[in-house]
C-alpha cells in the first residue's frame, strides 16, 4: 500500500546559481528512491531566494520549466538564514519537511536515514558533521558555540547550527525563526516539549561560492544566545525571572528603608542619606520588574515581521511559462 506521506525539501539560496544545478542533479535522484521505495506519495522541493544577487533564480526557473513540483519563493532582500527557513516552513506542505544548505556541503545520500529516524519517533532530527570539511576558524568556534549551547540549555546534541535537519510538519509550524535562530531551532522546539535527536552526516568541501561566515555574526549570535535560553526556561513563565528579580529588589529596598526608619525613629537625619534614595530605588524597579513580568505572561510571544511582507514573488511552473 503507498504510503500517503508527502515530503517537503526546503533549501535557502543566496548566491548559489553554481551549485544548484548539481544539487537538484542529486537530490531528484534521492527522492525517486524514496517515491520507488513508496516512503511518501509526493513530494515539493521550494528553493527560498534570500536576495541573492547573481543568477540563482534564473538556475531555478529552468528546473521549474521540467518540474512542476519545484517552486520558488523570492524574498525581497536579503533576510537572512532564519527568515528564509521561517518562510520556507511557513509554505511546505509536507508531512516530513527536510532543510539543507544549497552550497552542496550537504549530501543528500543521507536524506533516508533522517527519515528512518522521524519512523522511530522524532519529531526533530538534526544533522552531526563529524568531519566538518571548514575553515579552522570556522571550526573552532562551531565546536565553541556547541559546548557553550549544550551546557546552558540542557540538549545534548553536538552540532545545533547544522542546516541539514528533518522535522516532522507540527515542528516547523510551532516554531518561529527570526535574527540567528536558526543555530537555536533544537531549543526551540524542545522548548514546545518535541523529541529530539542527531544522527552523523557527512560533509562535503564548498565547491562554489564564498562562505557567509563572518565576524558580525559572532555578535548576533550571542544576542540571540541570551534570547533563546531565555525562551527556553521562561517562554511559559516570564514572571519567574522577572518576578524573582523584582521581588529581590524590592525586598532589599524595604530593608534599607526599614533600616533608615528605625535610626529616624531614634531622632538620626536620614534625609541627605544617600542610603535613602537607595533603597527607594530598589523598591521601584522591583515594581517595575514585576510589573513587567505579569505583561509578559500576557504577551509571551509575538512574530516579529508577517513573512508574507518579506516576499516579493512565488514562482511555479504556471508562472515561469507565463
Known amino acids: 500500500?503507498?504510503?500517503?506521506?508527502?515530503?517537503?525539501?526546503?533549501?535557502?539560496?543566496?548566491?548559489?546559481?553554481?551549485?544548484?544545478?548539481?544539487?537538484?542533479?542529486?537530490?531528484?535522484?534521492?527522492?525517486?528512491?524514496?517515491?520507488?521505495?513508496?516512503?511518501?506519495?509526493?513530494?515539493?522541493?521550494?528553493?527560498?531566494?534570500?536576495?541573492?544577487?547573481?543568477?540563482s533564480s534564473e538556475q531555478v526557473h529552468k528546473i521549474i520549466e521540467d518540474n512542476a513540483k519545484v517552486k520558488l519563493i523570492v524574498l525581497r532582500q536579503n533576510f537572512g538564514?532564519?527568515?528564509?527557513?521561517?518562510?520556507?516552513?511557513e509554505?511546505?506542505?509536507?508531512?516530513?519537511?527536510?532543510?539543507?544548505?544549497?552550497?552542496?556541503?550537504?549530501?543528500?545520500?543521507?536524506?533516508?536515514?533522517f527519515v528512518q529516524k522521524i519512523d522511530e519517533g522524532y519529531d526533530l532530527?538534526?544533522?552531526?558533521?563529524?568531519?566538518?570539511?571548514?575553515?579552522?576558524?570556522?571550526?573552532?568556534?562551531?565546536?565553541?558555540?556547541?559546548?557553550?549551547?549544550?551546557?546552558?540549555?540542557?540538549?545534548?546534541?553536538?552540532?545545533?547550527?547544522c542546516g541539514f535537519k528533518a522535522y516532522r510538519k507540527e515542528v516547523a509550524k510551532?516554531?518561529?525563526?527570526?535574527g540567528e535562530f536558526h543555530r537555536y531551532i533544537p531549543v526551540l522546539a524542545a522548548r514546545n516539549g518535541f523529541k529530539i535527536t542527531?544522527?552523523?552526516?557527512?560533509?562535503?568541501?564548498?565547491?562554489?561560492?564564498?562562505?557567509?561566515?563572518?565576524?558580525?555574526?559572532?555578535?548576533?549570535?550571542?544576542?540571540?544566545?541570551?534570547?533563546?535560553?531565555?525562551?527556553?526556561?521562561?517562554?511559559?513563565?516570564?514572571?519567574?525571572?522577572?518576578?524573582k528579580i523584582g521581588l529581590l529588589l524590592s525586598g532589599l529596598g524595604v530593608l534599607i528603608c526599614a533600616y533608615l526608619s528605625i535610626l529616624w525613629c531614634m531622632g538620626e537625619s536620614i534625609g541627605r542619606r544617600p542610603l535613602l534614595i537607595l533603597g527607594v530605588l530598589f523598591i521601584l524597579v522591583g515594581i517595575q520588574s514585576i510589573s513587567f513580568g505579569l505583561l509578559a505572561n500576557i504577551v509571551v510571544d509575538k512574530q516579529e515581521q508577517n513573512n508574507t511582507i518579506c516576499v516579493k514573488s512565488i514562482i511555479n511552473r504556471e508562472k515561469v511559462k507565463q
Open 1 to 55: 500500500m503507498e504510503n500517503p506521506r508527502q515530503l517537503s525539501v526546503v533549501i535557502p539560496v543566496y548566491n548559489e546559481a553554481k551549485s544548484i544545478p548539481l544539487l537538484y542533479k542529486k537530490l531528484i535522484g534521492n527522492i525517486e528512491k524514496l517515491l520507488n521505495a513508496q516512503e511518501f506519495s509526493d513530494y515539493e522541493i521550494v528553493f527560498i531566494d534570500d536576495g541573492s544577487q547573481d543568477a
Open 81 to 89: 538564514k532564519s527568515k528564509a527557513l521561517s518562510v520556507g516552513f
Open 91 to 113: 509554505y511546505a506542505t509536507g508531512d516530513i519537511i527536510i532543510t539543507m544548505d544549497a552550497d552542496l556541503q550537504d549530501d543528500s545520500d543521507e536524506i533516508e536515514r
Open 125 to 161: 532530527v538534526s544533522g552531526w558533521k563529524v568531519h566538518r570539511l571548514d575553515p579552522p576558524e570556522k571550526n573552532i568556534s562551531s565546536k565553541i558555540f556547541n559546548f557553550i549551547t549544550s551546557r546552558l540549555s540542557g540538549i545534548h546534541l553536538h552540532d545545533f547550527n
Open 174 to 178: 510551532s516554531i518561529h525563526v527570526y
Open 198 to 243: 542527531e544522527i552523523k552526516v557527512k560533509h562535503h568541501k564548498r565547491e562554489y561560492g564564498v562562505s557567509k561566515f563572518g565576524f558580525e555574526r559572532y555578535l548576533r549570535g550571542v544576542c540571540d544566545a541570551f534570547s533563546a535560553l531565555f525562551l527556553l526556561k521562561f517562554y511559559h513563565r516570564p514572571m519567574y525571572f522577572f518576578g
